[in-house]
RNA sequence: GCCCCCUUCGUCUAAUGGUUAGGACGUCAGGUUUUCAACCUGAAAACAGGAGUUCAAUUCUCCUAGGGGGUACCA
């Protein structure tokens, strides 16, 4: 085998992608790509209890709405249980493991007196040296590795750096519970073995099981893969990020309106840096990313910088890439069944012609689709409160002046349209903004908005006319 | 309880045995402006605490505190 980094991402499917599992995902990504080697995917799916099919299929949606590909077949863990179970049996042959006929409650009873006695919990090996003569009947038992009793097990951590930890606190764990399937610690050790596993990137709080996982590599004869454990995210508190946070799923970040690309350059940037590089491309980090750099310690989600830089894609993507993306995620908003009947063909083509003014001012998609809102809308519009109080007064009267001076602008063009405004403007010796403003809360029915001649373009001449006409309408049946 | 890890502006982070401790987000103040954004300029803002090593520690060591992870026949 040649000497080729291979990675590997492996979550257990008993819930979504999460925003942790999502950056490990893209450090093992990008470390692959940097090294010109291998990313597998590998479902943690040994648990069959807790492991959904509706949860695989939101983590592999997740990864590939991140731009997050892996080689190969996906490899379920499960259908190797025949294989793990094989290694157990052979670490039994080899007098690494034994087998344990002690009861759950025997196991709670050991737990509490170490505990008691200041001693690391966990099985006191009462199994290991009794004779199975002794063996209760009728009692399925569970195989566990023989740990080594003394000594030290040494992780030479990428992250962490080297971790020692004392053999006499790791106990002797089960490899293959008494129903015959095979444990996590087992199935990774035998996995990262036969997929060839060269780096194990993956969560802090797996790093205690590198030490038992290497235990079993050494049982075995073989070579350990090489470990880099990355800090874990926190919430904005500080505390463990919880659903309150942002441990949702990605598709939680879709639906928020985040840009993958934009997601992934936060998550890069968490926990790892390249100086002052704060927005890079995907080759750029495919390029500086290396484990080395990788902080040691957690790192806080913060939404603020993930709008910020969500902002910056926006204005970055082209306007087509936009309306498919809106396109798409219309109908998994709240009212978006609603929305997307109301928004036909031209509605979109509107849309497009408005993105360049629109994406300039949202954050999300979400935000760019509510400030598109007035291109959607039918007559009259409703106002807001805002701009209802920018027509009470003089607004109405200065739209009832201007309107005229509008419907006279041949062609319809942004600049055309602007001189006559302005010159409106000039003429009744008003500010800009004084005619601006009503003509704003009369288009849109809001107080903010892309620029007013972008506005009017967008909109059409008779669909503009028609919506100034209707506030001074309104103006004069209040009079009357 | 026991084991392991972590600690630089509010947040993400950079750097260094001697620096005015840098950048970004956010905040605040100006500028620009048809609104809002964007953009530009500027400001406030950090080496957790205590010992030790050293001519000199934010940087090295130890202790304390705080935070996190693990401690399953879960992964």
Redo the contacts with the bound molecule.
């Keep these: 085998m040649s000497d080729k980094v291979i990675t590997r991402f492996a979550p ?1 499917p008993t819930g979504y992608l999460h925003i942790g599992g999502a950056r490990t995902a893209l450090f093992n990504w990008l470390y692959a790509k940097h090294t010109g080697g291998k990313m597998l995917l590998r479902i ?1 799916d ?2 069959q209890a ?1 492991s959904t099919e509706g949860a695989i299929l939101a983590i592999l949606d997740g990864l590939r709405w991140l731009g997050l590909d892996w080689d190969g077949e996906p490899v379920y863990q499960f259908t190797r249980a025949e294989r793990h179970r094989q290694i157990a049996e052979q670490l039994l042959a080899q007098g690494n493991a034994y087998r ?1 006929y ?1 009861s ?1 409650a025997e ?1 709670q009873a050991m ?1 509490e007196k170490a ?1 008691a006695e ?6 006191d090996g009462t199994w290991r040296h009794r004779d199975l003569s002794e063996a209760p009947s009728g009692i399925a038992p ?1 195989i566990r590795f023989k740990a080594p009793g003394d000594g030290e097990t040494v992780i030479e951590d990428q992250v ?2 080297r ?4 053999n006499k ?1 790791l106990d002797d ?2 490899i293959l ?3 015959g399937t095979p ?2 610690n087992l199935s990774v050790v035998v996995d990262d073995h036969d997929m060839g596993i060269t780096h194990v990137i993956r969560g ?6 590198a030490a038992r996982q290497t235990q079993i590599f050494k049982a075995l004869g073989w070579d350990t893969p090489i470990y880099a454990h990355v800090p ?1 995210i ?1 919430g904005p508190d ?3 990020l919880s659903k309150r946070h942002g441990a949702l799923g990605v598709e939680a970040y879709r639906a928020m309106g985040y840009l993958p690309d934009a997601l992934r350059n936060y998550l890069v ?3 790892w ?1 390249h ?2 590089s ?1 927005i890079m491309s995907t080759d750029e980090m495919i390029q500086w990313f290396d484990l080395g ?1 990788i ?6 989600f ?1 939404f ?2 993930l709008e ?1 830089l969500n ?1 910056h894609y926006l204005r970055a993507a082209p306007d087509a890439e936009l309306v498919a993306r809106l396109k798409a995620l219309v109908p998994e908003l709240p009212d978006g069944a609603a929305l997307l009947e109301r928004i036909d063909a031209d509605g979109w083509s509107k849309l497009q012609r408005a993105m360049p003014g629109l994406k ?2 949202a954050k999300t998609l979400v935000e760019l689709l509510d400030s598109a809102a007035f291109l959607f809308a039918t007559r009259p519009l409703a106002l807001d409160g805002p701009a209802s109080k920018l027509l009470d007064g003089p607004g109405r009267d200065m739209l009832a002046a201007l309107l005229p001076r509008l419907e006279g602008v041949r062609p319809w063009t942004q600049a055309g349209l602007e001189a006559a405004v302005r010159g409106f403007a000039e003429e009744t010796g008003q ?3 004084k005619a ?2 009503p003509l ?1 809360a009369a288009l849109t029915g809001r ?7 972008d506005v009017l373009e967008v909109l059409g001449r008779e669909e503009s006319l028609a919506r100034i006409g209707d506030q001074c309408v309104q103006k004069n049946l209040l009079n009357f």
């Design positions: 257990s943690e040994t648990d807790r344990c002690a759950p196991l737990r505990r200041g001693r690391a919990p966990g099985y569970a962490q750096g971790v020692v930890f004392a606190d764990l089960v519970r008494s129903d444990t996590y802090d709080d797996h790093l205690t099981n874990l926190h500080g505390a463990k940037r968490l926990g840096s100086g002052d704060e750099a902080g040691r310690s957690a790192a806080r913060d603020a910088k910020n902002g300039e001012r500010k800009l903004g601006a403003q704003r107080s903010t908005s892309p620029g007013i001649f």
